[in-house]
DNA sequence: ACCAATCATTTATGATGCATAAACGATCGA
DNA sequence: TCGATCGTTTATGCATCATAAATGATTGGT
């Protein structure tokens, strides 16, 4: 079994689960970064994602125009741009998380309580060492 | 721990893994249908990657152009056209494999063979729960 | 105080992938 | 013979994405 082979009947399912956002996988992409790290550098939120600066000002202009993040200025360096989620933000990343929840609950339907246990340890395992290897040699979606 | 997020740290990898054998994803999914279903009709194709039969005919020419499929026509309804895998065809999905093997062993090294086992049992049974449900209601991917 | 560098931003451009539609020739079934 | 089916060609539009050049505001160094 091949762990590649997943993405394909989990892929329409996320797509599923993402639509009703209304929101890009980048932009999707940007506010979990933003959750995870706090308020960011603009630049560092470029870094992260892969995108170019100057690509980086639309999804940040969609995302203030939907009110999931706010744009202020570093006050000990005002051409930094501080990217913030905001409350409105956070919701719509939970909203993510349930729907998400959702697949996980369609998926494992056949396995028990506990064999889910076992499995969400193991991944979680496996992602972890991901996630090592991703901060040594940085590449996109990480 | 979800799913979905496996795909965050693995999509690179997997775009890696693809990218050797210069095909699109839609190319290789077609070759992958073409493995477990043997010969089939162009239409039977289109249905399953959900792509317009005026699209698929493109996917087809590079896949012929490559050699990695051989277009045939029905004897008893010479207006359906019969993709069959080459030897050639078999070949690249072959590399493709090893390719995502790699994948899971750099992903699950820290697991034991053992857990490995474990975790691969599982992901079977999920990913056959997903099948079933998708021959139900068939999706884009599936 | 001047000046080069940095940062966000605007604008333009092109490539790519994907979906949709219309029309055509070959072929089949009635 | 005639309508329907199948593969095919062609055209069109849309969305995403990458790249580049130029600008205004701001900074730090000299």
Redesign the pocket.
């Given at each position: 079994m091949l762990i590649a082979q997943l993405g394909r009947g989990l892929r329409p399912r996320i797509e599923q689960a993402i639509a009703p956002t209304g929101l890009?996988?980048?932009e999707l992409l940007a506010l979990q970064h933003l959750r995870e790290r706090g308020p960011s550098?603009?630049?560092t939120l470029?870094d992260l994602l892969?995108?170019?600066?100057?690509?980086?000002?639309g999804v940040?202009?969609d995302l203030e125009d939907a009110d999931l993040i706010v744009?202020s200025r570093d006050r000990?360096?005002?051409?930094?741009?501080i990217i913030e989620l905001t409350d409105q933000g956070g919701r719509v990343l939970q909203e993510l998380d349930r729907a998400l929840h959702g697949i996980d609950d369609a998926v494992l339907s056949t396995l028990t309580e506990r064999e889910r246990a076992t499995l969400n340890g193991l991944l979680a395992r496996a992602v972890e060492a991901v996630a090592g290897q991703c901060s040594e040699q940085p590449e996109p979606g990480c």
């Open positions: 890009r996988p980048r550098a603009q630049q470029a892969r995108v170019d600066p100057s690509n980086l000002v940040l202009n744009r000990a360096d005002r051409r930094r741009g």
